[in-house]
């Protein structure tokens, strides 16, 4: 059985995403995630990393309301993969 984490993360040093002007790219241990302008540096997050199924809760209703939508999958935005999903603790 594997082990995953959903953490509370500190937003790190936001590098400029190459193709975007309202985007950028943030690294968690490894894990690559694009994010928007609303973002900045210390900011609190909650990261939620490929993979997981997140609950239909009115957070989450953007995802869609089927299981298959819930799931968190690796995208490409704008040529950069992003490998998770970041959302703020006033939304959760």
């Known amino acids: 059985?594997?082990?995953?984490?959903?953490?509370?993360?500190?937003?790190?040093?936001?590098?400029?995403?190459?193709?975007a002007d309202a985007l950028?790219?943030?690294n968690f241990d490894g894990v690559t995630i694009v994010i928007n302008d609303?973002?900045?540096t210390g900011d609190k997050a909650v990261l939620i990393?490929?993979?997981f199924i997140v609950p239909a809760i009115p957070a989450f209703a953007?995802?869609?309301d089927?299981?298959?939508?819930?799931?968190?999958k690796p995208?490409?935005?704008r040529g950069v993969w992003s490998?998770?999903?970041?959302?703020?603790?006033?939304?959760?």
């Open 1 to 19: 059985m594997s082990e995953h984490e959903i953490l509370v993360v500190e937003i790190p040093e936001i590098e400029k995403h190459p193709d």
């Open 24 to 26: 950028g790219i943030v």
């Open 38 to 40: 609303q973002w900045k």
């Open 49 to 51: 990393p490929a993979d």
């Open 62 to 64: 953007f995802l869609g």
């Open 66 to 72: 089927k299981p298959k939508h819930r799931r968190i």
């Open 75 to 77: 995208k490409k935005l």
């Open 83 to 92: 490998e998770g999903l970041l959302m703020s603790l006033s939304e959760l």
